[in-house]
């Protein structure tokens, strides 16, 4: 990571501040997309990068985010696709306000950011892209949308690496459990008491760097607590002759 760029969207909370103080340490240099302005530019200012106030949900931002970083350090060449946000709601208490306010963070933000991020990976010739997933994208959750939309996210991550492979870009998935952040503290003890583990924020940040340092594209990794990131592999489908 030394002397890399790198764009962490949701970085001003989480994983994504954890990602980004690892990579700063590294002699990274880091852009942070957030929402939250006091916690974005508070983290910025500790690594030394820059926060740029995004709502990934809209993909204006996404571009001029791109366009900031480029103005800011003169290349891009790591994208943290990381900004996310629990379900709104579930199929009992359904509205289509909710629904969406789920899936335009969580998919939608992610596939903006994406498309922003392209043009200058592609003049360069290289970039690796990862993009945050979840368990709950390879099982199942009682957080309906949050897992339709990680589901959708590791489509998206096998399905668009063959066609970036060309232009030199990576993209890979990763698939943390539980971890301590923010969002669950207010469970962290009852999660606790069920004999849950929590992994820490730390843990997947270093998940993130080994994927996006690798050689792997297409990749789907698994982060839980205690244990070793490992690659995930496709299931196999055969396919059927008419």
Request: hydrophobic fraction near 45%; aromatic fraction near 4%.
């Amino acid at each position: 990571m030394t002397g890399a760029v790198t764009l962490i969207t949701g970085g001003a909370s989480g994983i994504g501040a954890a990602t980004a103080r690892r990579f700063h340490r590294a002699g990274g240099r880091v852009v942070i997309a957030d929402r939250d302005t006091a916690a974005g530019e508070a983290v910025a200012a500790e690594v030394g990068g820059l926060f740029v106030p995004t709502d990934v949900g809209e993909p204006a931002d996404n571009t001029r985010t791109v366009t900031a970083t480029l103005e800011a350090f003169g290349r891009l060449d790591n994208v943290v696709l990381n900004a996310a946000v629990p379900g709104r709601c579930g199929l009992h208490d359904f509205t289509v306000e909710r629904y969406r306010y789920t899936l335009r963070t969580n998919l939608d933000g992610v596939v903006y950011g994406l498309h922003a991020c392209l043009p200058p990976l592609r003049r360069q010739g290289h970039g690796s892209i990862a993009v945050m997933a979840s368990i709950a994208g390879l099982t199942g959750s009682p957080d309906l949308f949050y897992a339709a939309g990680k589901h959708a996210l590791i489509g998206l991550t096998r399905s668009a690496a063959p066609a970036l492979a060309a232009d030199g870009i990576r993209i890979n998935a990763l698939c943390p459990g539980l971890v301590d952040t923010p969002v669950l503290a207010p469970y962290r003890q009852a999660l606790r008491n069920r004999g849950l583990h929590l992994a820490h924020p730390d843990a997947v940040a270093a998940a993130v760097e080994t994927v996006l340092a690798g050689p792997g594209t297409g990749q789907v990794w698994a982060v839980q607590a205690g244990q070793h990131a490992t690659v995930v592999p496709a299931p196999e489908v055969p396919l059927m002759a008419d």
